[in-house]
C-alpha cells in the first residue's frame, strides 16, 4: 500500500494554511468583544468568525485529502 506522495503534500499544506487561521480567528473575535462600543464591532465580529470557519473547512479539506492520501479509494 504506497502513499500518494502528491497527494499527502497538498493536505499537508491545507493544513498549513489553517494553521495561522486557528490563532487570529479567535483574537480578532476576542478584539471585537472587548471593543463593542466602536462602530466597526458587528464587521471585526463577522471577519473573525468567518476566519473560524475558514480554519475549519481547511482543517476539515486537510485531512481528507490525507485520508485519501493514505488510504487510496
Given at each position: 500500500m504506497a502513499?500518494?506522495?502528491p497527494l499527502?503534500?497538498?493536505g499537508i499544506k491545507?493544513l498549513?494554511?489553517?494553521?495561522?487561521?486557528l490563532?487570529?480567528?479567535?483574537?480578532?473575535i476576542?478584539n471585537?468583544?472587548?471593543n463593542?462600543?466602536?462602530v466597526w464591532?458587528y464587521?471585526?465580529?463577522?471577519?473573525?468568525?468567518?476566519?473560524?470557519?475558514t480554519?475549519?473547512?481547511?482543517l476539515?479539506?486537510?485531512?481528507?485529502?490525507?485520508?485519501?492520501?493514505?488510504?487510496?479509494?
Open positions: 502513499t500518494n506522495q499527502l503534500s497538498k491545507y498549513a494554511s489553517a494553521l495561522p487561521f490563532f487570529i480567528g479567535p483574537g480578532v476576542y471585537a468583544f472587548i463593542n462600543q466602536n464591532h464587521l471585526v465580529l463577522a471577519i473573525g468568525i468567518l476566519m473560524c470557519l480554519a475549519v473547512y481547511l476539515f479539506s486537510g485531512l481528507k485529502t490525507i485520508m485519501k492520501s493514505l488510504f487510496n479509494d
